[in-house]
């Protein structure tokens, strides 16, 4: 677990030990804000000690990698979900959540690296699917709320996958799930990706945050828009 502070805003990150993506929680007042909630016991055990009477989940897209965490979280915890309208159709569709592509990613590294990293997963998954995600609300182009006296602002943002948004918090904080990491270009092949999407739709509003805008991203670390900026698509 990472503990991000920025002003008086306090994130969690835990980043899952297989493929490297992030969830990222906030609490205050017994009520939980959680942003693409992954696979980590380290997260479960967490919001266990936590015990928050209220679980509001975002996701950014509708990668499994992003949404397997929200299974567990909806059978334990009072739960909202909140993405986007294209999200919410493909992760409500159990025969849709499903794990094949990770798993064909940990193989290969096991294959490369000689580690068993995929019966591991296997393991930790067990009993998790089949799964279908029951989302509260979801939205078209943009949703804004208050959670917390914080405004919440989530903006669709198309290109990496057909449901993917950004979220922003109170103007400081962007969450970008898969649609702006640092360092990498984003991936607008899997299915349903566009190129073409990704430059009219999302970096247009990526170009217009603020420089000191703090991204905290589906994978790797959080950085600056700044930054960003100096990294050609």
Same mark, same amino acid.
């Given at each position: 677990m990472e503990?991000?502070?920025?002003?008086e805003? /306090?994130?969690y990150?835990?980043?899952?030990k297989?493929i490297d993506?992030?969830?990222?929680v906030?609490?205050e007042? %017994?009520?939980?804000?959680?942003?693409?909630?992954?696979?980590? =016991? *380290?997260?479960?055990?967490f919001l266990?000690?936590?015990a =928050?009477k209220k679980v509001? /989940?975002? !996701?950014?897209?509708e990668?499994?990698?992003h949404?397997?965490?929200?299974?567990?979280? %909806?059978?334990?915890y009072?739960?909202?979900?909140?993405?986007?309208k294209?999200?919410a159709? +493909?992760?409500s569709d159990?025969?849709?959540?499903q =794990?094949s592509?990770v798993l064909v990613? !940990? *193989?290969y590294r096991?294959?490369?690296?000689?580690t068993n990293?995929a019966q591991?997963?296997?393991q930790l /998954?067990? $009993?998790i699917?089949? &799964?279908s995600v029951?989302v509260?609300?979801s939205f078209e182009?943009?949703i804004s709320?208050v959670?917390?006296g914080?405004?919440v602002f989530c903006k669709?943002?198309?290109?990496?996958? =057909?449901?993917s948004c950004?979220?922003?918090l109170?103007k400081k904080?962007? &969450?970008? $799930?898969?649609? !702006? /990491?640092?360092?990498?270009?984003?991936?607008?092949? &899997?299915?349903? $990706? #566009?190129?073409k999407d990704?430059l009219?739709e999302t970096k247009?509003?990526l170009?217009?945050?603020?420089?000191?805008?703090l991204?905290l991203?589906g994978?790797g670390k959080? &950085?600056?828009i700044e930054? #960003?900026?100096?990294?050609? +698509?």
């Open positions: 503990k991000i502070v920025l002003n805003l /306090i994130i990150k835990f980043a899952s297989f993506a992030n969830s990222y906030l609490l007042n %017994q009520d939980a804000l959680i942003v693409d909630p992954n696979e980590s =016991p *380290e997260l479960e055990t266990s000690d936590k =928050p509001t /989940i975002l !996701l950014t897209h990668h499994i990698d949404v397997i965490g929200v299974a567990r979280l %909806q059978k334990k009072q739960t909202k979900v909140i993405c986007q294209q999200c159709e +493909f992760v159990v025969r849709k959540n =794990p592509l990613a !940990l *193989e096991d294959d490369k690296n000689g990293l591991e997963y296997r /998954i067990d $009993g699917f089949p &799964f029951v509260a609300e182009d943009n709320f959670w917390q914080k405004e669709r943002c198309r290109g990496h996958s =057909p449901g950004c979220i922003v109170d904080i962007v &969450f970008t $799930g898969d649609s !702006l /990491i640092l360092g990498y270009p984003v991936i607008t092949r &899997f299915p349903g $990706g #566009s190129k990704y009219t247009p509003f170009d217009s945050l603020s420089d000191d805008m991204v991203a994978h959080s &950085f600056r930054e #960003s900026r100096r990294v050609d +698509f």
